[in-house]
């Protein structure tokens, strides 16, 4: 009796570590998807966003340049969040500025507004793997990042910046974008990006983007002060350093019009 | 109680002192010109032109930069010609802005249109035509300009007190007609001339890929009718404004890596009416020949139902007039650039070609070097007068 008892016991105790087994065996693709969810989900409902960016551009001999640059913000419930790039530096675009609607699998609307002309020109999206403003990082690299617009596969884990990460690789579904993948690292305390590399359309390491100095805003979202991309193949590299990150500050859809886009500074 | 509202008022005005922003920006440049044949007119420069030119640009902002006035003169002076010699208020306005409307007053430029190698519907400033022979350089409107935002678009109404008569080249210039324009020698069909109250709206949006507009102008042509005239013993040509009505249409599809672009007026005058389009497109090559370069691509083509003209009539200037253009932006640290430009009429000898090339100096400078070549053998056209008037320009620019 006690036998038979034990016996079902063991057997139950086996099926559901079976049954568990079996709901935890998820493909590296699902675990990749569900680590990127989760960070995602993680930085959702700041509303609204401004902060300084100074990017130094720095070359082989060490030369430098510097562009000044103020962000506007707003996220959009179930599409890709309006922005607007207001570029101070250098003094020769100074009141230039950019005008996005992202989109996270349609392409984005973005418009220029040229102060000399004081005119507004529709721009075509589709130049995502540019360079911005002659920096080592492509359009496509300041843009939000959208659980659509890659598709997902969990590496295993490794400690980067003294923390235990996720490393997981992510391959963009737009054909435009300048690489085949990225393997990106996320810390597990709190998903944080810590470091991604990026792959160039032959598959060879083109970049390595590393996060420095993660500050929390409102209790909640992660922010680094300093961002440093290098590029393997050309020697050249750009530092961003973020100042003066504001969140929820009451921006508005209206302020994110064409009209603002010409009057912003 | 008055301690209370002295603290209050202490608080406002410190606000106001950390929230209010005032910058100076601006430009200063120095240009010289090389015109590489003689002139063909007895007054006119031999092949050198210098120039130098200031922009500076005053700016106050409050009330969150919704509250602001910027004031931005600019004056060049021509070591050739005195008409070159000038000085205009480009802006000296108050921009007031509200949650979903903005009122801006003053002297402002407008800009208005998407194609590129003409601007059919962009009437609002006058030309300042000293400057370049692109046209694409304005003189300061004075304007009240209020602008709605609706979920239908953006509704734009001016009233435009005060006009301004275009600018030319005087007597030692080049790139002009062999007989000058006499800048004292004016007429208006409205009998308040220069004072003539002008009217215009505008209302544009953007539905998916296209970006409309469309405007409606009442007033002052900008166009001056040009007619030979005496003045003593000297050929003139005299200036006449008449009175306009155009109806302008300006649509731009921007899809993948094209953009197409379409341009139209009517306009209405009591010396006649005409429609003219503008149109074409621009298709952009990104990370051309596997570098970061992107090489973009135009061709735009212009029509005019008043057509060629005759000595008589001169008819309009692009009536049947092809444009290519190619411009490659390096994506480098200097942002270097290079456009190149080929126009030429189908009906007429009459081609030009242009070369613009610039990029930056370190963090404040900007050198940039100009080639402009005419050519044409057809008496009627425009080009003829200033066929020999081929020329580099180089250009050193200091932004502060």
């Known amino acids: 009796m006690l036998k038979k008892k034990m016996l079902i016991s063991t057997l139950s105790a086996v099926a559901l570590a079976l049954m568990s087994n079996m709901s935890f065996a998820l493909t590296p693709e699902q675990q990749g998807l569900e680590i990127s969810k989760e960070a995602k989900q993680r930085d959702l409902g700041w509303v609204d966003s401004t902060a300084d960016m100074l990017m130094l551009l720095r070359n082989k001999q060490g030369q430098e340049s510097i562009r000044e640059i103020k962000i506007k913000s707003l996220e959009i419930d179930d599409d890709g969040d309006k922005s607007l790039t207001i570029f101070n530096k250098p003094k020769d675009v100074k009141g230039t500025a950019f005008l996005s609607f992202s989109h996270p699998v349609d392409a984005d609307d973005q418009w220029l507004y040229l102060p000399a002309l004081k005119r507004v020109k529709r721009i075509s999206s589709r130049n995502k793997s540019g360079p911005f403003m002659g920096s080592e990082f492509a359009f496509e690299d300041l843009s939000s990042f959208e659980i659509k617009k890659y598709s997902y596969k969990y590496l295993g884990d490794e400690k980067v910046n003294n923390l235990e990460s996720f490393k997981v690789e992510q391959y963009p579904v737009d054909e435009n974008s300048g690489y085949t993948k990225r393997i990106v690292w996320l810390d597990k305390n709190e998903y944080r990006v810590q470091k991604i590399e990026f792959y160039d359309r032959k598959s060879a390491l083109l970049k390595t983007l590393t996060y420095v100095d993660y500050k929390q805003y409102l209790g909640k979202y992660w922010r680094a002060n300093s961002q440093n991309m290098l590029n393997h193949q050309n020697g050249k590299s750009t530092e961003l350093k973020w100042n003066n990150y504001a969140f929820k500050t009451g921006l508005k859809a209206g302020d994110f019009n064409r009209n603002s886009l010409k009057r912003v500074r | ?400």
Do not use: C
């Open chain 2, 1 to 400: 109680m008055l301690l209370k509202n002295l603290a209050a008022m202490i608080l406002l005005l410190s606000f106001g002192a950390t929230s209010a922003e005032f910058e100076v920006s601006g430009k200063l440049a120095v240009e010289q010109r090389y015109f590489f044949d003689s002139a063909l007119y007895t007054e006119q420069l031999r092949h050198s032109q210098t120039s130098i030119l200031a922009e500076p640009e005053l700016y106050w902002g409050w009330n969150d930069g919704n509250d602001t006035v910027i004031f931005k003169p600019f004056y060049r002076i021509d070591s050739q010609d005195d008409e070159r010699t000038h000085g205009d208020i480009r802006e000296l306005s108050y921009i007031h802005a509200g949650e979903d409307w903005e009122l801006r007053t003053g002297i402002r430029k407008e800009f208005w249109g998407v194609t590129e190698f003409q601007h059919l519907v962009d009437v609002i400033n006058q030309t300042d035509g000293v400057e370049d022979t692109d046209g694409e350089d304005k003189l300061g409107q004075l304007m009240l300009n209020l602008s709605l935002v609706k979920d239908w678009g953006i509704v734009d109404l001016y009233l435009l007190p005060g006009f301004r008569e275009r600018t030319f080249a005087g007597e030692n210039g080049r790139l002009r007609a062999p007989i000058v324009v006499d800048e004292n020698n004016v007429s208006y069909e409205s009998s308040a001339k220069e004072q003539h109250l002008d009217f215009a709206m505008r209302w544009s949006h953007s539905i998916g890929d296209f970006d409309l507009g469309a405007n409606w102008f009442h007033g002052t042509n900008r166009e001056p009718i040009l007619t030979p005239d005496q003045d003593g013993d000297k050929f003139v040509l005299k200036q006449y404004y008449n009175q306009m009505d155009q109806l302008g249409l300006d649509v731009q599809a921007t899809i993948d890596d094209w953009l197409y672009k379409f341009e139209s007026i009517y306009r209405n005058t009591n010396d006649g009416n005409f429609w003219a389009i503008q149109a074409g497109f621009e298709y952009s090559f990104v990370g051309v020949f596997d570098t970061i370069a992107d090489l973009g691509l135009l061709m735009e083509y212009s029509w005019d139902s008043r057509g060629e003209g005759d000595l008589i009539d001169p008819g309009a200037g692009f009536q049947n007039d092809v444009f290519f253009g190619s411009r490659i932006a390096f994506n480098d640290m200097q942002s270097s650039e290079f456009l190149m430009g080929f126009s030429t009429d189908l009906d007429h000898s009459a081609t030009s070609f242009i070369i613009e090339a610039n990029r930056r100096l370190g963090d404040s400078f900007k050198a940039s070097i100009d080639v402009r070549l005419f050519q044409s053998s057809d008496l009627i056209e425009q080009t003829y007068a200033i066929r020999n008037d081929d020329h580099v320009q180089l250009s050193f620019e200091w932004y502060f």
